[in-house]
């Protein structure tokens, strides 16, 4: 083995050490109360991964999902509920007629969790899957009404929901 002291081993890389200039960005938000209530977990993924819209929209509106136009100003495909539930993937199955909807619960305290979809269409079911897209056993009291999906979510939980749109 070698011998790490004042140097290092033979086999070291000294090109490794990433001479000249760095840029690095750094974004500061104050708040009240702690951080979940402050909404420091959603301010910090909109800051480091910005959402963005990978299948165009044409698509979608041909597959029946949207409107050909989304009207002027702010819109949204769903509205995440209470604040304390982070949205982490918004994805459509590669080969069926399914789309996932994955979020986390940035708090120690469980809650009630609400969907609101403002999709072209309602789905024909919607379950909570594990990462592979199997249906898990415990459903969590998941229920689907009037274009709300509702359920029970424990505290620091991950979950997916599966859409499906076709039998």
């Known amino acids: 083995g070698h011998h790490i ?12 050490q990433v001479l000249g200039r760095t840029v690095v960005e750094l974004s500061l938000a104050s708040h009240l109360g702690d951080a979940v209530t402050g909404g420091l977990h959603r301010l910090g993924g909109e800051f480091c991964n910005p959402p963005r819209a990978i299948e165009p929209l044409e698509h979608l509106y041909i597959r029946g999902k949207c409107q050909k136009t989304l009207p002027r100003g702010e819109h949204s495909f769903i509205a995440l509920s209470p604040s304390q539930l982070d949205l982490t993937a918004f994805y459509k199955d590669e080969t069926q007629d399914i789309v996932y909807i994955r979020f986390y619960n940035a708090s120690s305290n469980p809650c009630e969790g609400r969907i609101e979809l403002r999709l072209g269409a309602l789905p024909t079911s919607a379950l909570l899957v ?19 999906i509702l359920l029970s979510v424990r505290s620091a939980q991950i979950v997916t929901i599966a859409l499906a749109f076709s039998g």
Not at 5 to 16: D, F, I, L, Q
Not at 137 to 147: E, H, S
């Open 5 to 16: 002291g004042n140097r290092w081993p033979a086999n070291s890389v000294p090109e490794a």
């Open 130 to 148: 594990d990462l592979n897209g199997e249906k898990i056993a415990d459903q969590q009291n998941l229920r689907f009404v009037k274009g709300n």
